[in-house]
T-cell receptor, first 111, second 113 residues
Framework: RKEVEQDPGPFNVPEGATVAFNCTYS??????FFWYRQDCRKEPKLLMS???SGNEDGRFTAQLNRASQYISLLIRDSKLSDSATYLC????????????FGTGTRLTIIP | NAGVTQTPKFQVLKTGQSMTLQCAQDMNHEYMSWYRQDPGMGLRLIHY???????DQGEVPNGYNVSRSTTEDFPLRLLSAAPSQTSVYFCATLRLAGTYEQFFGPGTRLTVL
């Protein structure tokens, strides 16, 4: 089983719709969680960290479910500019960092 | 601030050639790492460094060497290029506080013929 798994998609979603992705992780010792965004042929950039209590940043909501070992990302009122690949990242150690990336979920927003 | 810079942006090598991918940062981050990204494989860690003079292997270190003589620079050396090393290479730094955000360079697209 992969350490971090994501549905690769593609998700083709009409503009204005709500879309959600999940990401599962296998190591219960995982300590911190992130969503990164990667545009085509560009480097990944941090979208948001995922906190235990869940967190929201504008149209984006991230949640963590430790019992089921998954994190989620919800995008409301999707915009054309949201088209990108979304990478789930899990950090297993602090002090000796081991960040593991999922393969990414590709999202295309359709006008 | 330039952030994380990588050179070259593109490179074509023949099998057996060696080369060095350059990475530099001006954010004074102690932690730096090299990843390769292949279709369907996600980002895989090649080598990382927690500070000047300290390096360690990641998930896929074979065929690559690194050194860290300064905080700013973290070059990746391909010893004898193979077609399996055709990939996009990203250098990244990690802020070891607050958000623990990784900052990536723009990448080097390497093709080995």
């Amino acid at each position: 089983r992969k350490e971090v798994e994501q549905d690769p998609g593609p998700f083709n979603v009409p503009e204005g719709a709500t879309v959600a992705f999940n990401c599962t992780y296998s190591n219960s010792a995982s300590q911190s969680f992130f969503w990164y965004r990667q545009d085509c042929r560009k480097e990944p950039k941090l979208l948001m960290s995922v906190y235990s209590s869940g967190n929201e940043d504008g149209r984006f909501t991230a949640q963590l479910n430790r019992a089921s070992q998954y994190i989620s990302l919800l995008i409301r009122d999707s915009k054309l500019s949201d088209s990108a690949t979304y990478l789930c990242v899990v950090n297993i150690h602090f002090g000796n960092e081991k960040l593991t990336f999922g393969t990414g979920t590709r999202l295309t927003i359709i006008p | 601030n330039a952030g994380v810079t990588q050179t070259p942006k593109f490179q074509v090598l023949k099998t057996g050639q060696s080369m060095t991918l350059q990475c530099a940062q001006d954010m004074n981050h102690e932690y730096m790492s090299w990843y390769r990204q292949d279709p369907g494989m996600g980002l895989r860690l090649i080598h990382y460094s927690v500070g000047a003079g300290i390096t360690d292997q990641g998930e896929v270190p074979n065929g690559y060497n690194v050194s860290r003589s300064t905080t700013e620079d973290f070059p990746l050396r391909l010893l004898s290029a193979a077609p399996s090393q055709t990939s996009v290479y990203f250098c990244a730094t990690l802020r070891l506080a607050g958000t623990y955000e990784q900052f990536f360079g723009p990448g080097t697209r390497l093709t080995v013929l």
